[in-house]
């Protein structure tokens, strides 16, 4: 007896929609590449310093720290691979003739898109 065409090419089929859904994210479940914008406020130009952290609960996911002795020229951006969730910001920007650093938290969401703003 012979086999349906559609029969012998369904594990195929199921393979590539199982990557494909893999490949997205898994519907949020599994972390995939994220894009993060980082909005600092104020003068660009008076920055000196900053760090930016990212915390899931109490765990620290990330800690970048930028250097800009000239200024920052545009929001810092940074690629991270985070699942479908709600996460803290933590940001510490050094001014120009500041000593204590300016520092806020935020929550951010990420969902389906790469691109992700973090702002006050």
């Not at 990557?19 to 980082?38: F, H, I, M, N, V």
């Not at 104020?42 to 996911?61: F, H, M, N, P």
């Not at 479908?84 to 389906?112: C, H, L, M, Q």
Request: hydrophobic share 45%.
């Amino acid at each position: 007896m012979k086999k349906s065409p559609l029969l012998v090419r369904m594990p195929l089929i199921i393979a590539l929609l199982l990557g494909a859904w893999l490949w997205k994210g898994g519907l949020g479940l599994l972390p995939s590449d994220r894009e993060l914008t980082w909005k600092l406020g104020g003068d660009y130009a008076s920055i000196r310093k900053a760090e930016l952290q990212v915390w899931e609960g109490e765990t620290l996911l990330t800690r970048e720290e930028l250097s800009m002795p000239n200024g920052a020229m545009a929001d810092p951006t940074q690629k991270l691979s985070l699942r479908s969730g709600s996460y803290t910001a933590k940001v510490f920007v050094w001014r120009k003739s500041e000593v204590v650093p300016r520092a806020w938290s935020s929550t951010f969401v990420v969902a389906d898109g790469v691109n992700v703003i973090v702002s006050r």
